[in-house]
């Protein structure tokens, strides 16, 4: 069964950085485009930033030049590295194929700026 584990996330401090990792087992990750996703505390669910199985990448206009999103189809794992973290980047970080996600969620891993 295909699942995908996030981890990575933590409290961090505005203007710090983090890596989040996002783990696939049962689905090879190389044959598809990945998305990072995060949900701030009482919005809708957002795609983040996207990876296409040719290392192609695309942003959400707030995290350009902040965030980046990489692949290593060997470890069959999706990054997403986090610089000059803001505080509405206060979010569960999902990470699912994108640009039109699965409907196979993982729990996510939260990320909490602090000011």
């Not at 950085?17 to 049962?26: D, E, K, V």
């Not at 930033?49 to 692949?71: N, Q």
Request: with cysteine.
């Amino acid at each position: 069964q295909a699942q995908l584990v996030e981890s990575g996330g933590g409290l961090v401090q505005a203007g710090g950085s983090l890596r989040l990792t996002c783990a696939a087992s049962g689905i090879t990750l190389g044959d598809d485009v990945v998305a990072w996703y995060r949900r701030p505390p009482g919005k809708q669910r957002e795609l983040v930033a996207i990876i296409t199985s040719g290392g192609t990448t695309h942003y959400e206009d707030s995290v350009k030049g902040r965030f980046t999103i990489s692949r290593d189809n060997a470890r069959n794992t999706v990054y997403l590295q986090m610089t000059s973290v803001k505080s509405d980047d206060t979010a569960v970080y999902y990470c699912n194929k994108g640009p039109v996600p699965s409907a196979n969620w993982g729990q996510g891993t939260q990320v909490t700026v602090s000011s």
